[in-house]
């Protein structure tokens, strides 16, 4: 017969069994967050609120997109570094601010790498080359032209030193054997804003935040950077097939979680985001000209680690550095 202390025992091992199942089925109970270091408006806030709205419905929670522009997306890093590890904060992370920045940085108050645990690549993502509609040239080997008849004299626009876009156009550059003097700005919308009105005369952009300027002729669009034409671009030519072989950069979008979020949560994220990316989501996704694609968090750190390696090369042959 049990005594009553018995009975006591058995009922606190009941409860501190049943505690975490408890805890784990019923995630999440409150809304989630998910920081970005780049601004509303943006390719990435574009993407991240696409797959905020997909995950609120399949997990019927509010799902809050937090835009934190700055630094090349550091800011927006350096406070999600800060979140709690509770499954309620989450980073949508990108090439430069999880790989390039390894590189361009040595003075970081966070590591990138260290302080994340990846849960699943989102897209992959080409960039287009703009110009201003008043400048002279339709083609990219009329582009190149331009600029070695023009050395030192022409302008490009990025969204900071150290983001994709400076990078990718840092890469063309010495591919292509050119000048080009770089204007970062610290938002891309005034940039556009700027070629435009023939203030800088070049970006190399990341397709989504500007595909609606691309169908509506608000710029020339040269070339993209893709292996392949864009879906949602057809009538855009690549690099490679405008002179250019075997030039293609896509950097891309994935996400993430403060370093000890738990397991389960990041499974159960992983397993959501790939099943929205093979259903309802990866259509809106390639509509933006981005490429959808997911990975289980093993092959998405994997592929960090070896994009890492790749990325220093390119910023080392650039001489970029931004200590």
């Given at each position: 017969?049990?005594?009553?202390?018995?009975?006591?025992?058995?009922?606190?091992?009941?409860?501190g069994?049943?505690?975490p199942?408890?805890?784990?089925?019923?995630?999440?109970?409150?809304?989630?967050?998910?920081?970005?270091?780049?601004?509303?408006?943006?390719?990435?806030?574009?993407?991240?609120?696409?797959?905020?709205?997909?995950?609120?419905?399949d997990l019927?929670?509010?799902?809050?997109?937090?835009?934190?522009?700055?630094?090349?997306?550091?800011?927006?890093?350096?406070i999600?570094?800060?979140?709690?590890?509770?499954?309620?904060?989450?980073?949508?992370?990108?090439?430069?601010?999880q790989?390039?920045?390894?590189?361009?940085?040595?003075?970081?108050?966070f590591?990138?790498?260290?302080?994340?645990?990846?849960?699943?690549?989102?897209?992959?993502v080409?960039h287009?080359?703009?110009?201003p509609?008043?400048?002279?040239?339709?083609?990219?080997?009329?582009?190149?032209?331009y600029?070695?008849?023009?050395?030192?004299k022409?302008?490009?626009?990025?969204?900071?030193?150290?983001?994709?876009?400076?990078?990718?156009?840092?890469?063309?550059?010495?591919?292509?054997?050119?000048?080009?003097?770089?204007?970062?700005?610290?938002?891309?919308?005034?940039a556009?804003?700027?070629?435009?009105?023939?203030?800088?005369?070049?970006?190399?952009?990341?397709?989504?935040?500007?595909?609606?300027?691309?169908?509506s002729?608000?710029?020339?669009?040269?070339?993209?950077t893709?292996?392949?034409?864009?879906?949602?671009?057809?009538?855009?030519?690549?690099?490679?097939?405008?002179?250019?072989?075997?030039?293609?950069?896509?950097?891309?979008?994935?996400?993430?979680?403060?370093?000890?979020t738990?397991?389960?949560?990041?499974?159960?994220?992983?397993?959501?985001?790939?099943?929205?990316?093979?259903?309802?989501?990866?259509?809106?996704?390639?509509?933006?000209?981005?490429?959808?694609?997911?990975?289980?968090?093993?092959?998405?750190?994997?592929?960090?680690?070896?994009?890492?390696?790749?990325?220093s090369?390119?910023?080392?042959?650039?001489?970029?550095?931004?200590?």
């Amino acid at each position: 017969m049990l005594t009553r202390l018995g009975y006591a025992l058995i009922l606190a091992v009941a409860v501190g069994l049943a505690g975490p199942a408890s805890a784990q089925d019923t995630w999440p109970d409150r809304p989630i967050k998910i920081i970005l270091g780049f601004p509303a408006g943006s390719g990435v806030d574009v993407v991240t609120r696409l797959v905020a709205d997909k995950l609120g419905r399949d997990l019927k929670q509010t799902v809050i997109v937090e835009p934190h522009a700055g630094a090349g997306g550091n800011v927006g890093t350096g406070i999600a570094v800060k979140a709690p590890a509770d499954g309620y904060n989450f980073y949508m992370g990108t090439t430069g601010t999880q790989v390039a920045a390894t590189a361009l940085y040595h003075d970081l108050p966070f590591d990138p790498r260290r302080d994340f645990a990846p849960i699943a690549p989102i897209c992959d993502v080409p960039h287009i080359l703009i110009v201003p509609n008043s400048l002279p040239v339709h083609t990219l080997q009329e582009f190149i032209a331009y600029l070695r008849a023009n050395p030192g004299k022409v302008n490009y626009a990025s969204s900071g030193n150290g983001t994709a876009m400076h990078l990718t156009t840092e890469q063309f550059k010495t591919a292509a054997h050119v000048e080009l003097i770089h204007v970062p700005y610290r938002v891309s919308t005034q940039a556009v804003a700027d070629l435009i009105s023939g203030q800088v005369q070049a970006m190399i952009h990341q397709v989504p935040a500007v595909i609606g300027q691309v169908h509506s002729g608000l710029f020339r669009s040269i070339a993209v950077t893709s292996a392949q034409r864009l879906p949602a671009l057809p009538e855009i030519p690549t690099f490679a097939e405008s002179g250019m072989p075997g030039f293609e950069s896509s950097t891309w979008m994935g996400l993430f979680a403060p370093a000890g979020t738990p397991e389960p949560v990041i499974a159960r994220m992983n397993r959501d985001v790939v099943a929205a990316i093979n259903g309802e989501l990866g259509p809106k996704l390639a509509a933006l000209g981005t490429v959808p694609r997911g990975s289980t968090p093993q092959a998405f750190k994997a592929e960090i680690d070896a994009d890492v390696v790749k990325w220093s090369k390119i910023i080392e042959a650039a001489h970029i550095k931004l200590d």
